[in-house]
């Protein structure tokens, strides 16, 4: 017992105050969160609060303002994931061929990942102003200057859904296009040369050999970069509130409806949009844990 105790002691020490750590600041506010979000505080008043179950919730998704806000979140994901990757894939196959100044091209596009989203919202802010005409600013200014102006448009501020969310999704795939570029490119050049002088001397074209040999074999990769998208569109929070202000009722999201509930002192309420985005955020990333334990097991 001494001998199994002065064996994994040391280690368990080393990990206790992580352990602990995590288990009152990560798991202990997630159950302080969930049992608030079945409670009736609703305002900042030190009285005692009763517990009404599911209510909440219930009262949540019977609310248009948050089905708009989940509707927008829906588009707002999708265009950013497509955009992220298209984007991402293509600057890593420019770069895979092997360009002059390689470095300085991956610099330039791995940049934007240096820039907070609270910077790169205000900047995109200006850069996304719907003034048109002589009033024009931003991008529409230089539309003007360029003399195409049939592409100046009202950006976030006017037209269906499908364009209000993919105009915000632009900052961020402008953002992040370099960095999944670069889990592209590293999978890319992790493929073994055998692989492509093998198909090269079977008779595969150019496109034949990235369809059928080097393509399948990102295919984790590209899994990894889904994931990690779809997560990371849950918290454009800070990008939507630079660009668009707290108010907008077209560009609304989840979080940035539990900051305005924050703001009035609705705890039940911004508890229970919380934990719906805990919810949305397990149902990406619970599969692909899985995937990648199964995926170790049977290795």
């Known amino acids: ?6 064996t994994w002691g040391p280690g368990a020490l080393v990990l206790l105050p992580t352990v602990l750590l995590l288990g009152y600041f990560v798991y202990g506010l997630i159950a302080w969160t969930f049992n608030t979000s079945l409670t009736d505080k609703h305002n900042a008043r030190p009285v005692p609060t009763n517990h009404v179950g599911f209510e909440n919730y219930v009262n949540l998704f019977g ?5 708009n806000s989940l509707k927008n979140l829906g588009v707002l994901t999708v265009a950013f994931i497509v955009g992220t990757l298209i984007f991402g894939l293509l600057w890593a196959l420019l770069l895979e061929k092997g360009v002059p100044g390689e470095s300085v091209f991956r610099s330039v596009f791995l940049f934007p990942m240096a820039v907070s989203m609270i910077a790169s919202g205000v900047v995109w802010g200006w850069l996304l102003n719907p003034s048109q005409g002589d009033d024009a600013r931003g991008l529409n200014r230089l539309f003007s200057i360029l003399h195409l102006n049939f592409l100046e448009n009202p950006w976030w501020t006017a037209g269906s859904r499908w364009t209000t ?13 370099g960095y999944i570029m670069a889990l592209f490119l590293a999978g890319f050049r992790g493929i073994p040369p055998e692989l492509r002088e093998a198909a090269r001397v079977d008779g595969a074209s150019e496109f034949k050999l ?3 040999v080097l393509f ?3 295919s984790p990769i590209a899994l990894s970069a889904l994931i990690i998208l779809g997560h990371m569109s849950l918290k454009l929070f800070d990008l939507i509130y630079a660009i668009t202000g707290p108010n907008q009722f077209r560009t609304e999201v989840p979080s940035v409806y539990m ?7 609705d705890m039940a309420k911004a508890a229970a949009i919380a934990i719906v985005l805990l919810a949305v955020v397990a149902v990406l990333v619970i599969p692909y844990v899985a995937y990648t334990v199964r995926q170790e097991s049977e290795e």
Request: aromatic share 10%; proline share 5%; charged share 20%.
């Open 63 to 67: 609310e248009e303002r948050f089905l």
């Open 216 to 218: 399948p074999q990102l």
């Open 165 to 177: 969310m993919a105009s915000i999704a632009l900052p961020a795939v402008w953002q992040l296009s």
């Open 210 to 212: 990235y369809r059928h």
């Open 259 to 265: 900051w305005n509930t924050l703001l009035r002192s």
């Open 1 to 6: 017992m001494h001998g199994r105790i002065r």
